[in-house]
């Protein structure tokens, strides 16, 4: 495996967009590629979860994928595009994610917004990453 992989949170917004031009800038500079990756968040432990919660989940990784899916058709760069979508907590899911593909570079969103304190996973992700994390507001 080509330790080469630039990874991209989304949130499945069409801020993406912005992560994914700077994401594909990244991967030519150095010969890599881009992997575009979204979590699910379980409302509860998959592995315990009724029928009810299980098809909640499925029905959001389904919306998941077909999001990926758009991204790829419109994919029409320099760089190849892999997508990713898993069941399970957003930090993990990204960190697996980089370690698995020994990621050079992971790209997200800012967890800074306007004023009061940061949000989302950013700061989490930035504390855990074993590869550079680049923000992009």
């Known amino acids: 495996m080509k330790p080469n992989a630039i990874v991209v949170g989304t949130d499945l ?4 967009v912005a992560l994914l031009a700077e994401a594909e800038r990244m991967a030519k500079a150095f010969d890599g590629h881009v992997v575009l990756v979204h979590a699910v968040q379980p409302i509860e432990d998959p592995d315990q979860a009724d029928l009810d919660t ?3 989940h ?22 190849d595009l892999c997508t990713c979508v898993q069941l399970g907590h957003r ?16 790209v997200l969103g800012s967890p800074f917004r306007r004023q ?12 855990q990453s074993p590869c550079p994390v680049l923000i992009i507001p």
């Open 13 to 16: 917004t069409d801020e993406s």
């Open 54 to 56: 299980q098809k909640f």
């Open 58 to 79: 499925e029905k959001l990784m389904s919306q998941a994928e077909e999001w990926m899916e758009r991204q790829r058709e419109a994919w029409d760069r320099e760089v």
């Open 91 to 106: 930090v993990q899911v990204l960190i697996q994610e980089v370690v698995s593909r020994q990621a050079r570079l992971m």
């Open 116 to 127: 009061g304190p940061p949000v989302g996973i950013g700061l989490q992700v930035l504390a």
